[in-house]
């Protein structure tokens, strides 16, 4: 069995096993988070495009009534 030798440390064991795996868990891929997949993006568009209709809708209120009309009618419904 080979054996490895590392240089002599005052610090102790703790502390060096400690300040290698600080190194080791710090050095992150820049590519860290995979990029979306076409189904993914096609998701968030279609997502984003029901937030913006929905809030055009609620615009279009003349009051504070028929606002609360048009959200009590969205809340019901299961599609908008």
Not at 1 to 17: A, C, E, K, Q, V
Not at 22 to 42: C, I, N, Q, T, W
Not at 50 to 74: C, K, M, P, T, W
């Amino acid at each position: 069995m080979n054996t490895t030798s590392y240089p002599d440390d005052d610090r102790g064991i703790f502390t060096l096993l400690a300040t290698l795996m600080h190194g080791a868990l710090s050095k992150r891929p820049e590519s860290a988070a995979p990029k979306p997949g076409m189904l993914e993006r096609f998701d968030r568009w279609a997502a984003r495009r029901q937030q913006r209709d929905r809030e055009a809708y609620l615009e279009g209120s003349r009051d504070i009534f028929e606002l609360e009309r048009r959200i009590r009618e969205l809340e019901r419904r299961p599609y908008y």
